[in-house]
């Protein structure tokens, strides 16, 4: 009995080391006064004023297309990069998840800076580089998540459809791809996710007058903390939340259905 | 016979450099029921493989109907497979899964409708339109495998080690329920097994194969009786195989003994391989047989007890009915017509028959 309530604090300590910040940060943003240490009553001031502002609005819609763009785009290359990996003899395989692997660990700021250094010698820093940097680093992951469904994709299934009829583009459209869906899909979201909180690459990659929602928060809270920040820092807790949910809860739900 | 559907002409097929089909040639008749018989890594599955359209033969022809198929696409070719793994696409009905190659040809949906019906009886499961994959057996999913691969009507059926997954029970009902089949469709079935015991009772012909060489090709009943080689003989059942030497016609002298048979045209003083096999062994009394010696083991089997006689430096398998206890002294008799003589293997195409029997 003393073991389990024990155990029990122990997981509830855990958990509130884990999301009292986060808490906290989210009763500041209903707090109707400008200091921290007082509680001035419930409001949603915050949040009106943090859409009517100018730099954060604009910060959000360039957030929205760079993680959007970006998500579909390294989905996309990363399944065809997943489909020919499966193809490889088991060393090229090696060999190549090494490789995609190692960007995923390395530190961000060591892709970050790197990044900066080869698109300087190119380009102008902006829209662009930025959307290039978050492809890159958001492969990875989709690799990740494809590369494990299309193993366990039957091979004689498409063969089977092929067999009865099926064109290989058909066969690959009626029986690969409802298999490997679920993994494209989580892919996506973990690349949104990726994206949408990535400061330090976003940082040193990003040209002037370029900000996404990450980068604009840490040029303004340098200046000052405003209030408005703690309301655009709990949406973004919220959307990062629910992307994640979304993209559990799908496979999930596939999995119970089977 | 009827004729020639398909042709195998001159194939050869490797893998990463290593030969897997030699200038294999062989045919299969209309409406027979052909088996490629032989160990994994013979070629029997790569050969099916090559005919089912998801390879494509380094040299040689394949032709069916007539016509040369060797460069067609799988989708394209007039037969159907079913695979060892059954293959079926888990995210659809058991009807979704018959109809799937109906609805690529664009059949009405009363005629995909009738069909799904007709071969769901065909295969003993009516009523199992709605049922998702995974409710079902290992043995009630072959049976779909086959229902979908046969409302194509195709001229065909394609068996890849079928019934490999199912349990003994299972695959004896399956058995015969594919000979039910074979005979209500009136195609031509092309099984590959490595199942000898299947392959004998279901078969018209067996291909016997071993790394990429055909053994030898004939009914069951010659398979089993008269095979030509060492390997035909060791992998269709155990065997007793020596070596001899056929001193003239109907005479060979195996373990020091001279025996006659009833094999003629070896030539005179050539080494050969002999086959006897266990339930052609007679056990008689030491003074009656041709040579002498003694029970080392006795198994009970069942149906038969299976014996280990020593006999002149050989181990001999017996099956009889007879319980005779370890230690006896026996006489071994043969009777000349059980003797079976198999040249030796010559050229390098035979070679293969040498390892691992």
Redesign the interface.
């Known amino acids: 009995m003393v073991k389990k309530s024990l155990q029990r604090l122990y997981l509830f300590l855990i958990f509130v080391f884990l999301y009292l910040p986060i808490i906290v940060l989210i009763v500041l943003s209903f707090n109707n006064s400008r200091t921290r240490v007082v509680w001035g009553g419930f409001t949603f001031d915050w949040y009106i004023s943090c859409f009517q502002d100018e730099k954060i609005m604009s910060a959000f819609l360039t957030t929205i297309q760079i993680t959007f763009l970006s998500a579909l785009i390294s989905t996309a290359i990363g399944t065809l990069a997943a489909f020919g990996i499966s193809a490889m003899k088991k060393r090229g395989q090696t060999i190549c998840l090494g490789a995609t692997n190692i960007p995923l660990l390395n530190a961000d700021i060591v892709t970050g800076i790197s990044m900066m250094l080869l698109f300087v010698r190119f380009m102008d820093l902006g829209f662009m580089t930025v959307l290039a940097a978050h492809i890159t680093f958001s492969i990875p992951y989709v690799i990740l998540n494809v590369l494990p469904k299309l193993k366990a994709v039957?091979r004689?299934?498409y063969?089977?459809?092929?067999?009865?009829?099926?064109?290989?583009l058909?066969?690959f459209y009626?029986?690969t791809w409802?298999?490997i869906r679920p993994g494209v899909f989580s892919g996506f979201m973990m690349a949104i996710t990726m994206s949408l909180d990535d400061f330090s690459i976003t940082y040193f990659t990003k040209g002037p007058g370029v900000n996404t929602l990450s980068t604009m928060l840490y040029t303004e809270l340098r200046k000052g903390i405003k209030p408005e920040l703690y309301a655009l820092s709990t949406i973004l807790f919220f959307i990062v939340l629910i992307v994640l949910l979304l993209g559990n809860i799908r496979p999930q739900r596939k999995a119970q259905q089977? | 016979m009827s004729k020639h559907l398909i042709e195998f002409t001159d194939i050869s097929k490797s893998y990463d450099g290593s030969l897997v089909l030699d200038e294999l040639n062989l045919y299969i008749r209309e409406n027979e029921f052909l088996t490629l018989l032989g160990p994994s890594g013979c070629g029997k599955t790569t050969t099916l493989r090559l005919l089912?359209?998801?390879e494509t033969p380094d040299k040689g022809r394949i032709h069916f109907d007539g016509a040369d198929i060797t460069d067609l696409?799988?989708?394209?070719r007039k037969l159907?497979?079913v695979?060892?793994?059954y293959?079926?696409?888990?995210?659809m009905s058991i009807a979704e899964n018959i109809a799937?190659?109906l609805k690529?040809?664009k059949k009405s949906k009363s005629y995909i409708e009738d069909k799904i019906k007709y071969a769901l009886k065909l295969v003993n499961l009516d009523g199992f339109e709605r049922r998702?994959v995974?409710s079902l057996s290992g043995g009630q999913q072959q049976r779909i495998?086959i229902a979908?691969?046969i409302v194509?009507e195709p001229k065909v059926l394609l068996l890849d080690e079928p019934l490999g997954a199912l349990d003994l029970k299972l695959r004896q009902n399956m058995q015969y329920e594919l000979m039910r089949l074979k005979e209500e469709l009136g195609i031509t079935f092309v099984y590959v097994t490595h199942d000898q015991e299947e392959a004998l009772m279901m078969s018209d012909t067996i291909v016997v194969m071993n790394q990429g060489y055909i053994q030898q090709i004939g009914t069951p009943e010659m398979i089993y009786n008269e095979p030509e080689n060492a390997f035909v003989a060791d992998f269709i059942g155990h065997s007793n195989i020596l070596d001899g030497t056929m001193l003239e016609d109907r005479l060979v002298e195996i373990l020091g003994v001279r025996l006659p048979c009833v094999d003629e045209g070896f030539g005179q003083n050539r080494p050969v391989d002999v086959v006897i096999r266990p339930e052609d062994v007679e056990l008689v009394s030491p003074a009656e047989g041709c040579m002498e010696g003694t029970v080392t083991s006795l198994i009970f089997k069942g149906v038969h007890y299976e014996l280990d006689v020593m006999a002149n430096g050989y181990e001999w398998l017996v099956h009889t009915t007879k319980h005779i206890p370890e230690g006896t002294k026996v006489g071994i008799l043969v009777t000349p017509f059980n003797i079976q003589i198999m040249r030796k293997p010559e050229s390098s195409d035979e070679k293969a028959v040498e390892v691992d029997v």
């Open positions: 039957n004689s299934t063969e089977a459809a092929l067999d009865l009829g099926a064109t290989p058909y066969a009626r029986v409802p298999e089977l | 089912g359209g998801f696409p799988a989708n394209e159907n497979t695979f060892q793994k293959s079926l696409f888990p995210h799937f190659g690529i040809r998702s995974d495998a979908r691969a194509k």
